[in-house]
């Protein structure tokens, strides 16, 4: 089998309000009823493909199991980054990790975030280059070119590939990087070149030999914090002191440009990496004039334009608009040319430098028992929405600065306050003293929602005593 390695560390701010560093791209549904992330794992489904090894950040290791097991996956492994390095420490963490019980195994690496529609037609170009990544080759997949695209690396070959007839391997001569307009025009003109999609497959064995050979000090550093690593309920944590000696590179400048056997494998169907809202747009399937449409937005007289509402209370409407992208969320909204999209990242860094939480946190907060979102916050008060999943259980806590009133608006809920334990049904509410050691439990098997009011002088998340958690986050 061949073992899927999903790379999910990325915060995606180019596509900022939707995407933030709280909640990144990859997690949101983005195109359809299921994440980005989810539809990467979804395709490349068991028994061909073997449990996936996620590698992601502390942070979203419970957000990762959550939206497995809604598409009915388990993971082969979750291995925690104490800090992003880009993709080759993620890749050669991978490899060590799979190298310990099959060292011949096969490695399909894939970002979470990108779009591919055609999963069969995927599936048939990963089969193709199996057997020369079993012989040791080094296999990426080029995407056949369908613009003179700038925000792409591309990959060079010697002669003209078949997009018509099986797929096969061919001899990669080498990578380029993201051109300028001009090269990119000449590139997508001569035939001899495609795009490179940043997904890669190759055994274990392979890879580590290329990265002993090519990136030894970055194999040393990883190596000793895969070592190092411990476990974590279902997570494995890699070694943090370790990790502070890995360089922050991708695979593609560490290994791949300078090593040899590589190959590539043409893949004729529609691709994305949905890097910015142009390619969202793209995606999304415009009408004739160009406008795509999402959520309670309306357009009037408007071409070449995405406008997207988050929010189903909220309307946007559009009028006049030419080349717009327009994303309207009820904390956030962001109006841009649609040619601008890779400057959405400087806005985002503009806004951190001001301080404005907007621009790393998204309105709704995910924990691994469910989530929460503000619905109202003034002088020494905050009203709050909580989710609690079936089976979610907050930690025993309490709080030296607020007090707190719950207010259970659907589902059912185990309440503690001190020695006293309840049941609370709809419509039922109980009050938590200043102080008071409390916990939230959902004992239902529907959703809990309730409405909290916090009331006192501070009412930071970090105004919590935590005393027992099933999450090990005490």
């Known amino acids: 089998m061949i073992t899927p390695v999903i790379l999910c560390g990325g915060s995606g701010s180019r596509l900022w309000p939707l995407s933030r560093a709280s909640y990144p791209k ?28 996620v590698v992601t950040g502390a942070e979203f290791r419970f957000i990762v199991t959550e939206q497995l097991a809604g598409i009915g996956r388990a993971p082969g492994a979750v291995l925690i980054e104490p800090a992003g390095r880009n993709t080759a420490p993620a890749v050669l963490a991978a490899a060590l990790h799979l190298t310990a019980s099959d060292p011949d195994g096969l490695m399909l690496v ?10 069969e037609g995927f599936r048939t170009v990963v089969r193709a280059g199996a057997e020369a990544a079993r012989a040791g080759a080094l296999i990426t997949f080029g995407v056949r070119p369908t613009r003179p695209e700038t925000g792409y690396g591309w990959l060079a070959l010697g002669a003209p590939p078949d997009m018509d007839g099986p797929p096969a391997p061919l001899p990669l001569l080498r990578f380029v990087e993201k051109p300028d307009a001009s090269t990119a025009a000449d590139l997508l003109a001569d035939g001899l070149h495609l795009w490179n999609s940043g997904i890669f497959l190759f055994s274990a064995r392979a890879i580590l030999g290329a990265f002993e050979t090519h990136a ?42 300078k090593a040899a056997d590589l190959a590539v494998v043409p893949y004729p169907g529609a691709w994305s990496d949905l890097g910015a809202w142009d390619a969202i747009a793209r ?20 071409e070449n334009s995405l406008l997207r509402a988050e929010s189903p209370d909220q309307v946007l409407v559009g009028i006049g608009l030419r080349n717009i992208v327009a994303i309207a969320m009820h904390d956030a909204v962001l109006v841009a040319d649609m040619t601008d999209g890779q400057r959405v990242r400087q806005a985002v860094e503009i806004l951190k430098a001001r301080g404005a939480l907007q621009a790393t946190d998204f309105p709704r907060y995910h924990r691994p028992w469910g989530w929460y979102e503000t619905l109202s916050l003034g ?9 609690v999943h079936p089976g979610g259980i907050l930690s025993l ?46 004992p239902g098997k529907l959703d809990l929602h309730l409405i909290e009011v916090q009331s006192g002088p501070y009412l930071g998340e970090d105004d919590i005593t935590r005393y027992d958690d099933i999450y090990a986050r005490t």
């Open 283 to 302: 995606e999304m399937g415009p009408d004739a004039r160009g406008v795509a449409l999402s959520g309670p937005a309306e357009a009037i007289d408007c």
């Open 26 to 53: 990859q997690f949101g549904r983005i195109l359809g009823e299921t994440s980005l992330f989810q539809a990467s794992v979804a395709r490349l489904p068991e028994p061909e493909f073997a449990p996936p090894i």
């Open 216 to 257: 030894q000090a970055l194999t040393v550093a990883v190596r000793a914090a895969v070592t190092g690593a411990v476990a974590d309920l279902a997570f494995l944590r890699l070694d943090p002191a370790a990790w502070e000696a890995v360089e922050n590179v991708s695979i593609d400048y560490a290994v791949m440009e």
């Open 397 to 442: 806590q309490s709080h030296v600065h607020r007090a707190e009133h719950w207010v259970v608006v659907e589902g059912a809920a185990k309440v503690t306050v001190g020695e006293d334990v309840r049941l609370l049904g709809e419509n039922q509410s109980v009050y938590i003293p200043l102080g008071a050691i409390h916990r939230l439990e959902n």
């Open 110 to 119: 894939c970002p979470s975030d990108h779009a591919i529609a055609d999963a």
């Open 379 to 387: 002088h020494r008060f905050q009203v709050k929405r909580i989710m």
